[in-house]
């Protein structure tokens, strides 16, 4: 059987251990990233971010190759809410097809997770499994989804002396597209890349509990993972430098963003912070300069 999940979704935890436990219960040919581009204009293009964007489009590209096109609606994960953009992905995807390819209607098969422990995690399953492969399933039989190895979970307060800190939302930390070419920049000269997936989220969301800049808490998942990740680069085990990838348009960052300069004008030390916005340009000069203008400043400390 050959299913479709958009490589965009990939970096969630939970779609990891949804796509290994699934693995577990049939032969499944995964596929994630297309292996060509549709010129078709999408429903969805305008005034959305730049990888929810990509996120259709990568769904829709994948049809002709696949047999089934997985798009769960992603409400809550571990507790907190998702941003409304995944609770409307499976909509949008199946308004693409049918204004686009009517003939893939029957593959798109979508699953709501509004999940707050491990327990819904595996109902979820056992219904997905249920779904797309007419099998029954026990919950003694489910893995539980991978905790974040202990060497990774640190107890050590600094990192290697050329280590940077990337903040964002998964898809964009770990999609050379959507992150501009930040990452790869950064590997080929020379610097380590910590991200917010090296410590466990429960102790990420434990710190943004303690550390909310707002009167009010920023419930998102993504918001807690982000907050969370900063107050430890700040505070716990500090990097040479925090960069803040945002998307533009992103509703969430553009509160986070807010939150994290004014925590780092509180700081009692000066740790180099910056935020990159990126976009859909296909130029990726602009990023590429202000990166080395904020290493150079690194280097010089
Ligand atoms: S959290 Fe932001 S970047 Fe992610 S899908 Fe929502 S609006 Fe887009």
């Known amino acids: 059987m050959r299913i479709g999940i958009p490589q965009e979704l990939m970096p969630l935890p939970f779609m990891a251990w949804l796509k290994e436990q699934l693995s577990r219960h049939k032969e499944i040919e995964w596929h994630h990233k297309p292996t060509h581009k ?14 929810f964007k990509s996120m259709v489009r990568t769904s829709i590209d994948l049809l002709p190759e696949i047999d089934t096109l997985l798009i769960p609606r992603l409400v809550k994960l571990d ?20 204004n686009i390819c009517p003939e893939f209607a029957g ?8 999940s707050s422990t491990s327990d819904e995690d595996n109902r979820v ?13 026990s919950a003694k039989n489910i893995v539980k989804k ?17 280590t940077i800190a990337l903040l964002g939302h998964p898809y964009l930390l770990e999609n050379n597209h959507l992150n501009m070419g930040i990452t790869r920049q950064l590997s080929s000269l020379g610097y380590q890349i910590t991200t917010p997936k090296d410590i466990p989220f429960k102790n990420l969301d434990a710190l943004a509990r303690k550390g909310d800049y707002y009167a009010k808490t920023n419930y998102w998942r993504s ?10 680069y700040t505070n716990i085990r500090k990097p040479a430098g925090i960069i803040y990838l945002i ?28 935020v990159l916005v990126g976009d859909e340009h296909t ?12 290493l150079d400043i690194i280097d010089g400390i």
């Open 38 to 51: 549709s010129k078709k204009i999408m429903l969805s293009e305008g005034d959305a971010c730049h990888p």
């Open 79 to 98: 507790s907190h809410l998702m941003c409304p953009n995944f609770r409307a992905l499976p909509d949008i995807v199946r308004l693409n097809i049918n």
């Open 107 to 114: 593959k798109l098969n979508d699953i709501t997770v509004d």
């Open 125 to 137: 399953l056992i219904r997905l499994v249920k779904q797309l492969f007419a099998q029954n399933i």
């Open 146 to 162: 991978k905790q974040i190895p202990a060497s990774l979970a640190s107890k050590e307060t600094t990192f290697p002396q050329k």
């Open 223 to 232: 918001s807690r993972e982000i907050l969370g990740a900063f107050h430890y």
């Open 247 to 274: 998307a533009f348009n992103c509703g969430v960052d553009a509160l986070m963003r807010i939150e994290l300069v004014s925590l780092h004008a509180k700081l009692p030390q000066t740790i180099p912070f910056m």
């Open 283 to 294: 130029e990726q000069e602009h990023t590429a300069t202000r990166l080395e203008a904020y």
